[in-house]
């Protein structure tokens, strides 16, 4: 069954990113029109499409569980089949399980020239209260040039964890500070607001995307 997309961002950008959505939300949640809005306007053509499992909640067949990350693995590579051509360079990532499972078929598509980059928001290293079940072994040895953003107090994650992992050094993270894992921050604690945020997360993805494809 062919990929259904939501598009947002100019048709003629220069670089697309191909977003999937997190375990328990859609691709039009609100942390996601949120954070594709804040691509589309830096300039980005922003992606977005949903596993079969989460599709299927539009539908008679209504809800079901978030399956393991590995068995939806083959349904993001139909996707990228599914978008087809690009203007330019094309990044792949999404939304925590969505970011996890761009970054296992990463390398092959990087190996293979068919992207140029990951961008995960707000990586899942563990489950909330459960830091030694980590998601990070893949991550060691990582090629595919990525950039993940995270914020400071992410339960999935933060920040006095995620030093002690030995990621591959083809990974950059971006702290978002006292963000959430929708990075949202706490306005009277940190001054900062999700709007603000968001807008440097547009604005760090675009310096790092002309960083490494100029």
Same mark, same amino acid.
């Given at each position: 069954?062919?990929?259904?997309?939501?598009?947002?961002?100019?048709?003629?950008?220069?670089?697309?990113?191909?977003?999937?959505?997190?375990?328990?939300?859609?691709?039009?949640?609100?942390?996601?029109?949120?954070?594709?809005?804040?691509?589309?306007?830096?300039?980005?053509?922003?992606?977005?499409?949903?596993?079969?499992? $989460?599709?299927?909640?539009?539908?008679?067949?209504?809800?079901?569980?978030?399956?393991?990350?590995?068995?939806? $693995?083959?349904?993001?590579?139909?996707?990228?089949?599914?978008?087809?051509?690009?203007?330019?360079?094309?990044?792949?990532?999404?939304? *925590?399980?969505?970011?996890?499972?761009?970054?296992?078929?990463?390398?092959?598509?990087?190996?293979?020239?068919?992207?140029?980059?990951?961008?995960?928001?707000?990586?899942?290293?563990?489950?909330?209260?459960?830091?030694?079940?980590?998601?990070?072994?893949?991550?060691?040895?990582?090629?595919?040039?990525?950039?993940?953003?995270?914020?400071?107090?992410?339960?999935?994650?933060?920040?006095?964890?995620?030093?002690?992992?030995?990621? *591959?050094?083809?990974?950059?993270?971006?702290?978002?500070?006292?963000?959430?894992?929708?990075?949202?921050?706490?306005?009277?604690?940190?001054?900062?607001?999700?709007?603000?945020?968001?807008?440097?997360?547009? *604005? *760090?993805?675009?310096?790092?995307?002309?960083?490494?494809?100029?």
């Amino acid at each position: 069954m062919a990929t259904n997309f939501l598009f947002d961002g100019p048709e003629d950008a220069r670089v697309t990113i191909l977003l999937a959505h997190g375990a328990g939300a859609p691709m039009d949640s609100a942390s996601m029109n949120a954070v594709t809005k804040a691509l589309a306007e830096q300039g980005f053509r922003v992606a977005r499409f949903e596993f079969g499992y $989460m599709a299927s909640r539009r539908t008679a067949a209504g809800k079901k569980p978030p399956p393991k990350a590995e068995t939806v $693995m083959p349904e993001y590579l139909a996707a990228i089949d599914d978008l087809g051509p690009t203007n330019g360079p094309l990044l792949i990532g999404g939304k *925590s399980m969505g970011g996890r499972v761009a970054s296992m078929v990463a390398d092959t598509l990087f190996d293979a020239g068919r992207i140029a980059g990951l961008v995960c928001l707000g990586y899942p290293f563990h489950p909330p209260g459960r830091p030694q079940q980590l998601r990070t072994a893949h991550l060691i040895n990582l090629k595919t040039p990525t950039l993940i953003c995270q914020g400071t107090r992410d339960e999935f994650g933060d920040r006095y964890e995620v030093g002690e992992f030995g990621l *591959s050094d083809a990974i950059e993270v971006l702290w978002l500070e006292d963000g959430d894992h929708d990075l949202k921050p706490r306005k009277s604690i940190s001054g900062f607001s999700t709007a603000d945020h968001l807008k440097t997360v547009g *604005s *760090s993805i675009d310096a790092w995307v002309k960083r490494i494809a100029p």
